[in-house]
């Protein structure tokens, strides 16, 4: 049974010869093949490492004869001699072997029949050198425990066949100068440091062979080395599975890498590394580390399940993933540091503690049809408008991760996500930055699952949408692409009227609202009176980001109140106001003030018996810790409070803002902005002229209101009565702290 498995082994493994023609092209030896000189056989026939003193061959004397003679020779043993299934041969000292003065044939040590193991007896360097030879060797076991494994010096060609190298106090194979070593169907283990070792100018193949279990690598490469695996597995060495250097290559295809103990892969200096159909996994620390000016591209690959780190780039390193699995790493999924670049096409990043993919520093990422499912935080954790970092997604899909598909620090205004500017019947016009392509998707959360279509804004960042296109129960959700590479983060900008989503925003009732319980339709609006002008008046000057932030959404307001109520912001100490203006105050309190009742923001409001706003209303922020900078998205959560909406389970005005996962009953729809729902109370809001009381049935009966509740969205639907606690009063409390 073994043996015929063994001969398939062997039959698959020619076959497949044909398409390693890069590195058999490196070895010069191929041009020697067609001389064909004759060939002498020389036979062992003692298991001593002394000359006999009868008649007799030893293993030295017939390699150092056949290594003198040009011409391409044969050792065997012989099987009168070598009956048993293995026999050691212990060796006095290490062997050396160098080709005589006619230049060197192509030799080969055979091990027929039974099993020949070499061993040294002590540490007197290598158990063999050889230089300028061409060798191979078949059946045959190396032991290396007591010495330094085997030294190949500008060997055009050195090949291992079904042998077995082991226990090193060096690295198992060192090969220096040119030529090439091949691996085919072997195993190199136990060696102090690594497997193989390749410096200079060597090239090594590597086929269905296992360099497993050594203390630091499976695989060394410095230099200009370069290395092809196929078929290999690299488990349980010490440090890496592999480790180029320098400007060695790699390339490894179909090949495994488990529980190295810092990284599977690193790659650093000007090394290039390509990875077809391999699965890296499991790793102590690291899936790749790649540094320096390293170029690495995986191919259909997956690294998944490290105890950290799927893959870090530092430096400039760049990495292409084609069609390759990150996930379920005990980390990022992918980490971007220094000026690195990774470019991501189809594949998935799921699953990872973190973030699926971080960019930091001034790195670059640009991922097209993407997958990013079930990170614990954000698909991609994306740079702030501050750094010089970039990140580009395009048709990418988002589901299940904790937080919001792409994720910006707190300037994350920039740019801008796709925002609702007014919804004219069936028709949404939205606003983005000039000349944005933007992506649309569809889904019941708001997390962008499905990729619908692209369009592209126009000159003054605009287009339109209609809301046919928008199934009921589902939202249109988009991120816009600037004309830079600059991808926003995600909002949702379309879905069908929602008759509970409206109540909650507009009347803090039904079942969506901090009330929970049916929809009380005698519920009343409050609202700002016709023509008047808020001024939201900051007791200190924020942080700019804050500033940007707010003076983005004060310029939107005109809109949304379809120009009913204006608003601007004062970052400057309160001067006189305009006739017909209102002040909104705006100040910074200590998380323990007792005005922020432990959380992130709080409005104050107070409205006349009609429902229109009277003074005074304030707006309490708490002040971010000496080490982070404060929200803007809460800033904004308050300012639409003192406009008039309250808290619903999805978009900026819920609670959720932050939470993950979002608490029961709450939808992660990730909106960093004012949402299609958000600007559809706005305008209903404002559009009702009447100077007296408003109520939900008023609403209703004016058309701006849906009669019956939609499907609305599955995933909002509580499952029982909020227990939140909330003030009876007309005060507004929650929590709104959002996490950086
Ligand atoms: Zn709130």
């Keep these: 049974m073994a043996r015929s498995r063994s001969e398939k082994a062997r039959t698959g493994c020619a076959g497949r010869i044909s398409s390693w023609t890069l590195l058999v092209a490196l070895a010069p030896a191929a041009a020697a093949l067609a001389q064909h000189p004759p060939r002498l056989v020389f036979v062992v026939t003692t298991g001593a490492d002394?000359?006999?003193?009868?008649?007799?061959?030893?293993?030295?004397?017939?390699?150092?004869?056949?290594?003198?003679?040009?011409?391409?020779?044969?050792?065997?043993?012989?099987?009168?001699?070598?009956?048993?299934s293995t026999v050691r041969i212990v060796l006095e000292r290490g062997l050396a072997l160098r080709a005589g003065p006619e230049g060197a044939g192509h030799d080969t040590l055979e091990a027929a029949g039974c099993r020949i193991e070499i061993a040294g007896r002590m540490d007197t360097g290598p158990l063999l050198t050889a230089h300028g030879l061409t060798l191979a060797f078949r059946n045959v076991s190396f032991d290396a425990s007591?010495?330094?494994?085997?030294?190949?010096?500008?060997?055009?060609?050195?090949?291992?066949?079904?042998?077995?190298?082991?226990?090193?106090?060096?690295?198992?194979?060192?090969?220096?100068?040119?030529?090439?070593?091949?691996?085919?169907?072997?195993?190199?283990?136990?060696?102090?440091?690594?497997?193989?070792?390749?410096?200079?100018?060597?090239?090594?193949?590597?086929?269905?062979?296992?360099?497993?279990?050594n203390g630091q690598s499976g695989l060394a490469q410095f230099d200009r080395s370069r290395a092809i695996l196929a078929d290999c597995r690299l488990d349980d060495n010490g440090r890496w599975a592999a480790v180029v250097s320098a400007s060695?290559?790699?390339?490894?295809?179909?090949?495994?890498m488990r529980r190295s103990g810092l990284a599977h892969l690193d790659a650093g200096a000007d090394s290039h590394v390509?990875?077809?159909?391999?699965?890296?996994?499991?790793?102590?620390?690291?899936?790749?580390?790649?540094?320096?000016?390293?170029?690495?591209?995986?191919?259909?690959?997956?690294?998944?399940?490290?105890?950290a780190r799927g893959i870090e780039l530092q430096d400039e390193a760049q990495a292409v993933l084609r069609q390759t699995l990150v996930g379920w790493n005990g980390h990022f999924g992918i980490?971007?540091?220094?000026?690195?670049?990774?470019?991501?096409d189809g594949g998935s990043i799921s699953g990872n503690r973190g973030h699926g993919m971080a960019v930091r520093d001034q790195a670059t990422a640009e991922a097209y049809d993407c997958r990013f499912e079930r990170n614990e935080y954000s698909g991609i954790g994306a740079p702030d408008a501050g750094s010089h970092a970039r990140a580009l997604a395009r048709r990418c899909t988002f589901h299940g991760n904790g937080m919001r598909p792409i994720f910006r620090g707190p300037m994350h205004i920039d740019p801008p996500v796709p925002t609702v500017a007014r919804i004219d019947g069936r028709f949404v016009l939205v606003r983005t930055p000039p000349r944005a392509t933007v992506d649309l998707y569809l889904d019941t959360g708001g997390e962008a699952a499905r990729?619908?279509?692209?369009?592209?804004?126009?000159?003054?960042?605009?287009?339109?949408?209609?809301?046919?296109?928008?199934?009921?129960?589902?939202?249109?959700?988009?991120?816009?692409?600037?004309?830079?590479?600059?991808?926003?983060?995600?909002?949702?900008?379309?879905?069908?009227?929602?008759?509970?989503?409206?109540?909650?925003?507009?009347a803090r009732t039904g079942p969506l609202s901090d009330a929970g319980g049916p929809i009380d339709t005698d519920a009343a609006v409050q609202r700002w009176r016709p023509g008047t002008h808020v001024v939201f008046q900051f007791a200190e000057r924020p942080p700019p980001h804050v500033v940007r932030y707010v003076q983005w959404f004060t310029q939107r307001l005109g809109d949304w109140t379809t120009g009913t109520v204006t608003a601007d912001a004062a970052f400057e100490p309160p001067t006189s106001l305009p006739p017909g203006a209102m002040s909104v105050p705006i100040e910074f309190a200590y998380q323990t003030d007792e005005r922020l009742r432990g959380a992130g923001g709080t409005t104050y409001t107070r409205w006349d018996s009609q429902g229109f706003f009277t003074g005074p209303i304030r707006i309490v922020l708490a002040r971010a810790g000496p080490a982070e900078l404060p929200c803007p998205r809460v800033a904004v959560h308050e300012m639409l409070h003192a406009m008039g909406l309250y808290h619903a389970r999805v978009g900026l005005l819920s609670r959720m803002q932050g939470m993950t996962p979002p608490a029961t009953g709450y939808v992660n729809d990730f909106a960093p902005a004012p949402t299609f729902h958000d600007v559809l109370a706005l305008q209903v809001l404002y559009k009702q002229k009447v100077m007296s009381r408003i109520t939900i049935a008023q609403l209703t009966r004016a058309g701006l209101l849906p009669q019956a509740p939609g499907p609305s969205l599955a995933a909002v639907r509580p499952s029982e009565r909020p227990t939140t606690e909330e003030p009876e009063s007309a005060e507004l409390n929650h929590q709104t702290a959002s996490r950086q």
């Design 248 to 256: 060695a290559s790699l390339r490894a295809d179909r090949t495994e």
């Design 335 to 344: 980490v971007l540091f220094g000026r690195s670049i990774a470019h991501i």
């Design 146 to 213: 007591s010495t330094r494994g085997l030294y190949l010096s500008d060997c055009p060609e050195v090949r291992f066949e079904r042998c077995t190298l082991s226990g090193s106090l060096g690295a198992g194979i060192t090969a220096f100068g040119s030529g090439a070593v091949q691996v085919i169907e072997s195993t190199i283990t136990g060696c102090r440091t690594h497997a193989i070792e390749t410096h200079d100018q060597v090239a090594l193949l590597a086929a269905e062979s296992s360099l497993s279990g």
């Design 451 to 506: 990729y619908l279509r692209t369009v592209v804004a126009d000159d003054i960042g605009t287009f339109r949408l209609s809301l046919d296109e928008v199934p009921s129960g589902q939202v249109m959700t988009a991120a816009a692409t600037t004309v830079d590479g600059h991808t926003s983060e995600f909002n949702v900008i379309a879905a069908q009227p929602d008759r509970e989503i409206l109540a909650a925003l507009l």
């Design 50 to 84: 002394h000359p006999p003193a009868g008649p007799g061959v030893t293993l030295r004397q017939a390699l150092e004869a056949a290594a003198a003679d040009p011409r391409d020779n044969v050792v065997r043993f012989d099987p009168r001699v070598f009956a048993e």
């Design 274 to 307: 390509e990875l077809n159909d391999c699965s890296l996994r499991e790793s102590k620390r690291f899936g790749i580390m790649a540094g320096g000016r390293s170029q690495v591209r995986l191919i259909r690959c997956a690294v998944t399940s490290q105890a």
